[in-house]
């Protein structure tokens, strides 16, 4: 069963990919299924690239997020982005639903290796990522 996650930090309202009081933020919800999180979500027109398609920045910043969410909630850490590649498969249509998930592949010498994807309602993969970040100490992260 799905467990909705939320961050008791403050300090994560303005976060452009999360935070709930960032005006033109992404307001992105997840929520933990096992060992992945997951937000069912859409891109909104105003963050389109080319026609009606996500811009590919903002497809990096989602799958991006998603792998930030995993490694708190999943690897039980803080952590920074040290490495993040993207491979663009389809177009991420604007306002239509998608389905962005993370995992944790492996944690070894200070560093969390993640995967993330965005699925389409067909369940076809539009992009995915593999990441790899960096353990921050908690009394550095706050």
Not at 71 to 97: E, F, Q, W
Not at 117 to 124: H, P, Y
């Amino acid at each position: 069963m799905a467990e909705k996650l939320v961050s008791s930090d403050s300090g994560f309202d303005g976060c452009f990919g999360c935070g709930a009081a960032n005006p033109v933020g992404l307001k992105l919800e997840f929520e933990r299924d096992g060992d992945v999180v997951r937000s069912r979500t859409s891109v909104a027109r105003s963050y389109a690239g080319y026609r009606a398609f996500a811009h590919g920045g903002v497809i990096a910043t989602m799958l991006d997020e998603a792998m930030g969410w995993a490694m708190l909630h999943i690897a039980g850490c803080y952590g920074v982005t040290k490495a993040l590649n993207v491979s663009y498969r389809r177009p991420v249509h604007v306002d239509r639903p998608i389905v962005l998930s993370a995992c944790v592949t492996a944690q070894r010498s200070g560093r969390v290796f993640l995967e993330a994807s965005i699925e389409d309602a067909k369940g076809r993969v539009l992009a995915s990522a593999a990441g790899e970040w960096s353990i921050v100490r908690e009394e550095r992260a706050a």
